[in-house]
């Protein structure tokens, strides 16, 4: 049972409330951060350690989009659509990954890898075009800043191009 | 008068030109109600808080920006609300109407709930004839929803009323409003099937068609059914419900919010348990032994048969060889006819009823202790209640709706609650009171005694006492004190596993109760020592100075639908109608003179006793009307051969039970669908039962068959219908008048009371304040069983109900998952159960609620697992009981 | 570029500062709390801070110090802080920046708001999909704990302020300040209706106060300055101090700029953000986020202040200024913000459910060439009947863009419409009945 394996981290977040249900978000977190996904028995598990019902778990999962339901690819590719991004071009950026991934929005590769979303504002309308990939954002993307993050990721599980502790513009160094 | 704080809570508003005058607090919808404004609206029931998510209940309100939602706004002083005057809220609704009407599927036609349907009187008051939507409409897939319970979301408005129910009323929380926006979608949990009690609240509080019952599904239009007002037949809480019916047939029931003790809240076997009187098995002719069969015959046969053949035993044997039973879910008419019979056309005083089943050991204590036999407290005082003692009963179960004004009281009131019951806190798919509770002490069920006595020695230990009648009863005090000085908190702690701080703080928080309400089930009324336990808790009101403080009191839950009533009515031998003993010389010649024959002079006896009569070969004869001793008794009673050694048997019944199958003549009587007369609930309500449908077959109403008997024995009491009966009791007994709104609680008698602290508590006092022996400590694989009451059904009569064998078909031998996998057992395995009794073969099932160390079995199903079950009786009440046993567990065969 | 002293990102443009405690103390952190702690009662710092003319900057610009008054002072139970770190209106992105660069200046923000208001505990919610600001700001919660600033006995005054970070899980209406509080108590994100307020019935029904990021930010600086100083900056007395801006879209330089409130956009746009990145000129711009009606390059003199902004026929909002060129339709625009509205849709009102899908799908049917003649009256009409009927202002937020578009491009809706009907007509319904 997941929580057990991580019962010091679920006694920390249970000890941050005062009211038991406010761990929900915390623990669903968790149990995707671990799963990839938000289970049955994760989902039962959590019910039962904040003295809720299934369904209560299960209304509030379905309530928040970041949780999937259903096991995706191993790296989430989730592009901004929204509409300051789309003036910088974003829809291209899918048809950039579909080019070169194959997989059309809401697919994942055969081999598991990867799964394309086109997702509301992630929050970087002033780097767009962008993309968040599992944790990390990547931004101001080219084609050819696609294709390397998307090369990095499959062969190294990583990418040194991806953005933060954000600030933009850089601030120019005073002669 | 009003007093001044009523007035100065009184706010006066105006709406639509209409003054109102409403307590402060009141939300607008409410007082546009009162004053005969009906604002439109989905989201707002009174039972919920208000979500205000419809928006369609918006009005204009003088001084305010943008239109508001009168159902969250509560009135303030000068208030100026237009709603039907107001263009602008009237252009709103019609607006939000577009809006909702914009994906539905406008599939009256075939929709439960058109003609009925809020949405379709909105829309007629409201809307253009034409949307100028032209969209695609959203479409959820159709998804299979429950065995009783049909989804079709495309209707849902989206009011959450069904989960707001669930959640705040029902404290079940089975449904889940899924998805975000226009998607969301009512659902269980996942793709699986509802799970939960069944209450039908959900599709009751739909204010459109998109939550409606399987079991009608597509019967009827509305318009077409007939509405029968009655009172349920199933438990002692007593709900008013409505039966549907078209054509003779039973097509649903309801309930109206607003009317009833039950307010329109209803349980599973309420709502869904209907079909048990249409059920193909009822008995639709008198049948009359011949050899080893029945042969169906004319009613004038059958009569004259049983008259002649009690006449010539009677003569024989004389009128104390005859003796008669009955059950609790008959009406009080039907009660008082046959204790009638009984005592003047047979002339014995041998009757009982299943009052004796448990309900009796908590009248009989608030007779000896407070003078009544009934509550002096009612549902309203539940309800408003500050503090509320809960001992052995699963009260969700027992019963449903008295544990919905516990809810009420708990959840949304602030009540304190103190539970001792065996079920552990547990969520699962019933709600669990214990969930609820600010102390629970989760002892076995063997072990309740030993509870009431530790929180009695924590209330002494904490001199949490009331000091007036300390220095009134001073022996009464101190003998008690005495007693329980002489417990050791090891002793107790051994037995309940609970230690004496636990004790000590439920007794502070018991203690600060102002209102206080202890309220008493099956584990300790139907157990071993249950009387004396019930009048422990009695002594815990009365030396804490509760006992007569208006809002406090003891209420003991009944069972069955009229086991108050069949103890009022006179349905047992000691007992007069009227509760009055049977020695009363006053209340014995009032009844002579009424029925203008004299009172047998012997002794009542209870059932026990003439089980050991008959087997003794004193009883020979057995009247039974309703009652299916062979089920509810377990062989240890003797009542197999008692009932063999009869001479002559008959039962009264609706089907033929086990009991039946043993008689020599069965008479069809009908069941409360068909009936008119009278229930009594737990409280002490009396509450008139309709009949909804014909007598199915040639089934007559009890009484009936007991006027007809007494002309056939020459001794006649003839009614030309209920009403008569029912005048007839009135006259008898002021105190059946009741018949109102709400009851209105016993009082309880000063006298009573004087006299018991004086002497007559000290007839048992050491006994009581005794811990009881119980079983050494167990063995580490033996458990202890309880067979007790599920809330899927009643007795074993629901079992013919096909609503509620959706829910639950057979009988398992639930288990803690711990214990079980402590055993290697796991659900729908197959054991053996045993003891020294014998040994049977039952399924396993798992519940987190069981607490370990403890199986629980439902005793509908309990025809196999009843042979293990022990039977003693209460030397002071008769009353037997038979519900726990120690059992082990052999895995015979996997799931 | 911009000649405006910066005060909220101040510390950030030094070069290689990292947002360290040691850092932020270096550049004269935790004073203001210090100072707090030390020398001030609860109802000083309020006063202080209501003279600032503070006014929240998530959106509502709500006077801050106003809203701290409202919590009721001997309420004998706990009482809490909710940081909104929520950041979810398209075209902003401020708090991120402020959070993971300089999350001490928030940190101590919150540190001093939960002294003057006396609460103990204060939750950070942040959107889920920040990773990395919630563990840039659970990395500081540490740090300032170890340091004394939070934790139990702050400063060695007795008192405990603990601080949590809470991440959300994508719904953009729990930035609404009371579907954040639902959120935070575990539930599906739907707003409450209003009365009662957080300030008396927030979380777990105890006297709440909501900030956002930026709000609390300027809180030291106000404390360290004094009220006075900060009223003095931009546009006194309703639009006091700095602000983050944040510009997206077609310009050359986009990103976060602190300018003092007021200055004209033309200034903002062109000066600071260097002007439309190619040579097309500006067509329409949002000034302050998705919920924020649109505006013509008629508006560019207006001030960047509330006042001036709402006489405009818009609001300053969020703060994120997109701006868009010539060539852009203005009926796609609206439609992507109407898709986006359409998803975020708590679903609670029916107006802003029904509505919502409604609105998407007939401006979806006009950019594909679909549309109908009496389209336009419908979307107004829809727009008319959705707003100010809801339980939050999600339902105002969301028709601000198609009415706004409407009125001022209404001929760009007309001539898609025209093409339809030329290639496609669709006027015939099913014949009406008339009598
Ligand atoms: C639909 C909606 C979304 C909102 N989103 C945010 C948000 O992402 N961040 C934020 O700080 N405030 C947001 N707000 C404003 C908050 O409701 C609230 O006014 C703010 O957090 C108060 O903080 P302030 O006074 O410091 O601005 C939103 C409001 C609405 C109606
Ligand atoms: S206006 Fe929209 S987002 Fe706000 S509460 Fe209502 S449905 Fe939810
Ligand atoms: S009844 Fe008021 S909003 Fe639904």
């Known amino acids: 049972m997941l929580l057990t394996k991580f019962k010091k981290e679920v006694e920390d977040i249970l000890s941050r409330y005062p009211v038991k249900r406010s761990a929900l978000l915390p623990l669903l977190n968790l149990a995707q951060r671990e799963e990839g996904f938000v289970s049955e028995p994760a989902m039962r598990d959590i019910a039962k350690v904040l003295e809720l019902t299934p369904p209560q778990v299960f209304e509030t999962v379905t309530f928040y989009t970041m949780f999937n339901l259903k096991p995706i690819g191993k790296f989430h590719l989730q592009v901004c659509k929204s509409l300051m991004c789309a003036l910088v071009k974003s829809d291209e950026v899918v048809t950039w990954i579909t080019k070169k991934l194959n997989i059309a929005p809401g697919q994942t590769t055969p081999d598991k890898t990867f799964t394309l979303s086109v997702v509301e504002c992630l929050g970087s309308c002033g780097t767009g075009p962008m993309m968040q990939v599992n944790d990390d954002y ?32 850089l601030p120019v160094a005073k002669p | 008068m009003a007093t001044p704080s009523i007035t100065k809570n009184m706010i006066t508003l105006t709406i639509d030109g209409k003054t109102a005058k409403v307590p402060k607090g009141t939300l607008v919808i409410e007082a546009a109600r009162q004053v005969g404004v009906m604002v439109p609206h989905f989201c707002y029931h009174p039972k919920l808080s208000p979500d205000a998510n419809c928006r369609m209940c918006l009005v204009e309100i003088e001084k305010m920006p943008r239109l508001q939602t009168s159902c969250s706004t509560p009135v303030a002083e000068g208030m100026v609300v237009k709603s039907a005057s107001s263009a602008q809220a009237q252009e709103a609704r019609k607006s939000v109407l577009d809006f909702i009407l914009a994906n539905h599927p406008l599939d009256c036609p075939v929709c439960d709930q058109g003609g009925r349907c809020d949405l379709q009187d909105f829309s007629h008051e409201y809307t253009a004839t034409t949307s100028r939507f032209k969209e695609l409409k959203r479409v959820f897939q159709k998804e299979y929803f429950s065995p009783l319970i049909e989804t079709q979301m495309n209707r849902c408005v989206q009011c959450l009323r069904c989960v707001r129910y669930c959640d705040q009323v029902m404290d079940v929380k089975a449904l889940a409003p899924v998805g975000r926006g226009t998607l969301t979608e009512i659902k269980s949990f996942g793709a699986h099937d509802l799970d939960c009690e069944f209450c039908g609240g959900c599709i009751q509080i739909c204010p459109v068609g998109a939550i409606t019952s399987r079991l009608s599904m597509y019967e009827f239009r509305p318009w077409m059914l007939k509405r029968t007002d009655s009172v349920c037949g199933y438990c002692g809480d007593g709900c008013q419900i409505t039966f549907q019916t078209k054509d003779n047939a039973l097509i649903e029931i309801n309930s109206t919010q607003g009317a009833g003790r039950n307010n329109g809240d209803l349980c599973a076997r309420g709502y869904f348990g209907y079909h048990v009187s249409e059920h193909p098995d009822r008995l639709t002719s008198p049948l009359i032994r011949d050899g080893q069969a029945f042969k169906a015959v004319q009613w004038e046969e059958a009569l004259e048969f049983v008259g002649q053949r009690l006449l010539d035993i009677k003569a024989k044997y004389g009128p104390d060889a005859i003796g008669g039973l009955i059950s609790g879910r008959c009406t009080n008419e039907d009660v008082y006819v046959f204790q009638k019979f009984m005592r003047v056309v047979v002339g014995t005083n041998r009757i009982d009823s299943s009052v004796r089943y448990g309900h009796l050991n908590g009248v009989h204590a608030m007779q000896r202790v407070q003078g009544t036999h009934r509550w002096a407290v009612s549902f309203d005082d539940i309800e408003a209640a500050d503090t509320l003692l809960l001992v052995g009963t699963n009260i969700t179960e027992t019963n449903p709706i008295t544990g919905l004004k516990v809810k009420e009281a708990v959840k949304r009131r602030g009540a304190k609650l103190i539970t001792i019951e065996a079920l552990v806190p547990a969520i699962g798919s019933l709600s669990n009171i214990s969930n609820l509770a600010q102390h629970h002490f989760a002892v076995k069920p063997t072990a309740y005694a030993a509870a009431i006595l530790g929180l009695l020695k924590a209330v002494v230990d904490q001199q949490i006492l009331d000091v007036e009648l300390q220095v009134k009863a001073q022996s009464y005090f101190n003998d008690i004190t005495a007693n329980l000085q002489a417990l050791s908190w090891e002793a107790i702690h051994a037995q309940t596993g609970m230690d004496s701080d636990s004790y000590a703080q439920a007794a502070q928080v018991f203690g600060q109760g102002q209102k206080v309400i202890i309220l008493v089930g099956p584990g300790v009324l139907r157990s071993q020592g249950g009387f004396g336990m019930t009048m422990n808790l009695l002594d815990l009101l009365l030396l804490t100075g509760k006992l007569t403080k208006p809002g406090c009191g003891l209420a003991p839950l009944a069972e069955e639908n009229n086991d108050q009533g069949a103890f009022e009515m006179g349905g047992i031998g000691a007992v007069l109608p009227g509760g009055t003993s049977l020695g009363d010389a006053e209340a014995r010649e009032a009844l002579s003179q009424s029925w203008g024959r004299p009172l047998p002079d012997t002794a009542g006896s209870s059932l026990p006793q003439m089980i050991e009569d008959a087997k003794q070969g004193k009883l020979k004869a057995l009247l039974v009307v309703g009652e299916n001793p062979l089920a509810s008794l377990p062989p240890s009673s003797g009542i197999h051969t008692a009932l063999e050694k009869l001479e002559f048997l008959v039962c009264q019944e609706l089907f033929l039970t086990e009991t039946a199958q043993q008689a020599h003549v069965v008479l069809p009587a009908c069941s409360y669908a068909e009936k008119d007369g009278t229930f009594t609930n737990t409280e002490g309500h009396i509450q008139l039962v309709r009949s909804a449908i014909d007598l199915v077959g040639d089934s007559r109403p009890d009484w009936e068959i007991f006027s007809a008997l007494s002309v056939m024995m020459n001794d006649p009491m003839e009614y030309g219908d209920v009403k008569e009966i029912g005048k007839e009791i009135r006259n008898l007994l002021p105190g059946t008048r009741t018949l109102g709104l709400a009851p209105l609680p016993a009082q309880p ?37 309880q067979v007790s009451q599920s809330l899927f059904h009643s007795g074993k009569f629901s079992r013919k109900a096909k609503g509620l064998l959706q829910v639950e078909a057979k009988g398992k031998i639930y288990l803690h998952p711990e214990e079980a996998s402590r055993r290697g057992l796991s659900d729908g395995d197959t054991v053996k159960v045993s003891n020294a009794l014998g040994d049977v073969m039952a399924p396993v099932g798992i519940r987190e609620r069981i607490p370990q160390g403890v199986a629980v079995f439902p005793e509908h199903f309990d025809e196999e697992i009843r042979r293990l079950l022990p039977y003693t009786v209460d030397p002071e009440t008769q009353v037997p009981s038979c519900k726990v046993t120690r059992v082990r567990l052999e895995k015979v065969s996997g799931a | 570029m911009s000649q405006y002293e910066k005060i909220l990102l101040k510390n950030m443009e030094q070069p290689g500062y990292t947002g360290s405690l040691a850092e932020y103390e270096q550049a004269g952190g935790y004073q203001a709390f210090r100072k707090v702690v ?59 920046q402020l959070m993971e660069r300089d999350p001490h200046q928030m940190l101590e923000g919150m540190a001093i708001t939960c002294f003057a208001i006396g609460a103990e505990t204060a939750y950070i919610y942040i959107r889920g999909e920040f990773r990395l600001g919630a563990s840039i700001l659970e990395k500081a919660i540490h740090e300032a704990n170890a340091g004394g600033y939070l934790g139990e006995n702050v400063l060695g005054s007795g008192r405990t302020i603990k601080v949590y970070v809470h991440a959300g899980a994508g719904a953009y209406i729990c930035g609404e300040e009371t579907a954040l509080l639902e959120s935070l108590e575990g539930k599906r994100g739907m707003p409450r209706f209003k009365p009662p307020f957080p300030a008396t019935h927030g979380l777990y029904q105890k006297p709440t106060v909501v900030n956002n990021v930026e709000t609390m930010a300027n809180i030291p600086h106000i404390i360290n300055r004094g009220g006075q100083w900060f009223a003095g900056i931009g546009s006194p007395p309703k639009s006091c101090g700095t602000r983050v801006f944040c510009l997206s879209g077609h310009v050359k330089r986009p990103g976060n700029y602190e300018v003092p409130m007021g200055i004209p956009f033309r200034e903002f746009i062109y000066d600071i953000g260097g002007g439309m990145r190619s040579d097309k000129p500006i067509k329409a711009f949002i000034p302050g986020g998705a919920s924020a009606p649109f505006l013509t390059p008629e508006h560019l003199d207006v001030k960047m202040d509330f006042e001036a902004v709402a006489m ?97 491009f209404r001929h760009e809706y007309e001539a898609l419409i025209c093409e339809a009907q030329a290639t496609m007509p669709r006027n015939k319904e099913i014949p009406m009945l008339t009598l």
């Open chain 1, 138 to 169: 990547y931004e101001q993307l080219t084609e050819e800043k696609v294709g390397r993050v998307l090369d990095d990721l499959a062969r190294d599980g990583n990418c040194p191009l991806k953005s933060g502790p954000f600030m933009y513009p």
């Open chain 2, 749 to 785: 008698d000063a006298t009573a009371i004087a006299r018991y602290v004086t002497a007559d508590y000290q007839r048992d006092v050491a006994t009581r304040y005794q811990l009881p022996a119980i079983d050494s400590p167990d063995a580490a694989d033996y458990l202890t069983l």
């Open chain 3, 312 to 408: 405009a026929g818009s609001m300053l909002g969020s703060g994120g200024v997109t701006v868009m060129e010539e060539g852009t339709s203005m009926v796609w625009a609206a439609l992507r913000l109407m898709e986006f509205f359409y998803h975020e849709s708590c679903g609670k009102c029916t107006p802003c459910r029904e509505g919502s899908s409604w609105l998407v799908q007939t401006i979806q049917r006009i950019w594909n060439k679909q549309g109908r003649d009496g389209d336009i009256e419908l979307l107004s009409d829809l727009c008319k009947n959705i707003a100010g009927r809801t339980v939050c202002a999600f339902g105002e937020a969301e028709v601000g863009p198609i009415q706004s578009t409407i009125k001022y």
């Open chain 3, 38 to 96: 030390k020398d001030m009662q609860p109802d000083q710092v309020i006063e202080e801070v209501k003279k600032s003319g503070l006014r929240g900057r998530g959106g509502a610009g709500f006077p801050t110090g106003v809203k701290w008054g409202f919590i009721p002072k001997d309420h004998p139970g706990p009482k809490y802080l909710c940081c909104n770190a929520d950041e979810s209106e398209p075209g902003t992105f401020k708090d991120r």
